[in-house]
């Protein structure tokens, strides 16, 4: 499914909300008129199966090779798990900090040294987390093949990021798709657009 279908998708249960008149604010503390909760695709069956579907096609495309899907905690675990069902391949998961007790594990369930991986997480903000998914991976002996993610804001710096990481990352839609959607939809008025655009460009520093 292309990722304008996939950004429709996501308007139309709500995941995707648009606010420029009201901004939310991020745990980051940045101001934003876009908030994403792709946890709420998990109560929407039919959405949830045409991304369970296209992560499933992406992964057998590009990774044939894959031995392990890992789950970036906690929003990508439920994706990462439909994912690793219908493929046959094992799961795991991985926290963005080590347990503070017991194991002390950074990640849950079973990994060798050598295990192909691809990992699934349901959104790139900055690229932060999801980047120390990959990195705790590494770690641990696995190659990392690749990250398939439903959305991303497209900022440069998590581009950057992933290229330093030398890290291939794949989305089933992106901030411009679900922009454009909005648009054509009449979600958004004319004039939001201008003010969309400024925050895409400096999200830090964007004020309402």
């Not at 992406?58 to 789950?71: K, N």
Request: proline share 5%; hydrophobic share 45%; charged share 20%.
């Amino acid at each position: 499914m292309k990722e304008k279908s996939i950004a429709e998708q996501l308007l139309q249960i709500k995941a995707i909300k648009l606010e420029p008149a009201n901004p939310f604010l991020w745990a980051s503390g940045w101001h934003s008129p876009i908030y994403c909760d792709n946890r709420l695709i998990l109560s929407f069956p039919e959405t949830r199966k045409i991304v369970r579907d296209c992560f499933c096609k992406m992964t057998s495309e590009l990774y044939p090779s894959a031995t392990l899907v890992a789950g970036v905690a906690t929003g990508a675990i439920a994706h990462g798990v439909l994912v690793a069902e219908k493929l046959g391949l094992p799961f795991v998961y991985v926290r963005p900090v080590p347990k503070a007790h017991g194991l002390a594990n950074m990640i849950e369930g079973k990994i060798s040294p050598g295990d192909r991986v691809v990992v699934v997480e349901d959104l790139i903000s900055t690229g932060r987390s999801s980047l120390a998914a990959v990195d705790a991976l590494r770690s641990a002996g696995c190659t990392v093949l690749g990250m398939l993610a439903i959305f991303t804001y497209g900022f440069d710096a998590a581009e950057e990021s992933f290229r330093q990481k030398n890290c291939e990352l794949h989305t089933l839609t992106n901030y411009s798709a679900l922009i454009s959607v909005a648009d054509n939809l009449g979600i958004i008025e004319p004039g939001e657009l201008e003010t969309l655009d400024r925050w895409r460009n400096d999200p830090a520093g964007w004020k309402a």
